[in-house]
């Protein structure tokens, strides 16, 4: 007998999420008791499933996830906790909660429930989280630029004029090309609007990058004020030093204690350190909930 437990799964994901984004707004950190419970609260329901397919999938998508998210993590470009809070909502739901979505579709959309049930049939072997993923980046782009763009309120702007031309004349083609299709009358104007305010709130960010990193992001501070996985911005300090003492960007034991070093032999008493960094719990939790109830927004929107 196989079992799913769905209404369970989805509690437990949601319950962990949300716990996960409350206390990485708080305080930049999310407790490994959170997604540990996670991964074995995940665990343990595909095994009580008795289904090896399930089973397969599960472990072998974490198995993907925490690869690929364990390189990002080295470079500084995911939080460890972040990659591990992917790793327990795959196991929690491998696949989309059909009941659930079902119930939404037919409840608020019964015009479109048979177009997302086909969807969602089509899509089935990809993860669940890759529909997480792919939503909770979209929010945090739009998140982030109003983050930043609330920080340099009131500064004077420092453009980068030559990226800013760029990505001006591309807007001006795409939105030639949009018009010349008559994309911007037609059913697909919500999916083309969101997509232009990714672009526009990515292009913000990409245009006053510089002014971001230097007078937002960027802090000299001693090593007592460098957090756990703190990103070490290594491309502002010495290079000699850096490749001497081998400081790698993300603010492990070992950074410390080579840092410790540095501070011993060379005298350098604060370090470059990436201090306002967006969190990327809130963002995640929240693509969780619309993808537990809607599913893949943008895969039904390309066929609806």
Aim: aromatic residues 10%; contains cysteine.
């Amino acid at each position: 007998m196989q079992l799913n437990f769905e209404i369970i799964r989805v509690a437990a994901v949601l319950a962990g999420a949300l716990l996960a984004a409350e206390q990485d707004r708080r305080t930049s950190f999310i407790d490994e008791k959170i997604t540990y419970s996670m991964i074995g609260a995940g665990i343990i329901l595909n095994v009580l499933s008795f289904d090896a397919n399930l089973i397969a999938f599960a472990l072998g998508g974490a198995a993907v996830i925490f690869a690929l998210g364990y390189a990002l993590y080295k470079y500084g470009k995911l939080g460890g906790a972040d990659v591990l809070l992917f790793c327990g909502i795959h196991l929690l739901l491998p696949y989309p909660p059909a009941g659930v979505q079902d119930w939404f579709w037919q409840t608020f959309l019964p015009e479109k429930a048979l177009a997302h049930a086909l969807v969602s049939e089509a899509s089935r072997a990809i993860p669940f989280v890759a529909s997480v993923f792919v939503a909770s980046a979209m929010i945090a782009i739009a998140g982030t630029a109003v983050l930043y763009f609330t920080k340099l309120w009131g500064r004077k702007l420092k453009p980068d004029l030559p990226v800013a031309a760029v990505i001006a004349a591309a807007a001006i083609v795409i939105a030639y090309l949009f018009n010349a299709a008559g994309i911007w009358d037609g059913p697909r104007f919500p999916l083309v609007f969101v997509l232009a305010v990714e672009f526009i709130c990515a292009g913000f960010v990409t245009v006053f990058q510089k002014q971001i990193m230097d007078e937002v992001i960027a802090r000299e501070v001693p090593i007592a004020k460098i957090e756990d996985e703190d990103v070490i911005l290594t491309d502002r300090m010495d290079r000699r030093i850096a490749e001497k003492y081998r400081v790698g960007p993300v603010a492990t034991e070992q950074e410390l204690v080579n840092l410790k070093k540095i501070e011993k032999n060379e005298g350098i008493r604060k370090f470059p350190v990436a201090k306002e960094l967006p969190r990327l719990g809130p963002y995640i939790f929240i693509a969780l909930a619309l993808a537990i109830l809607i599913g893949d927004l943008v895969a039904f929107a390309l066929v609806s």
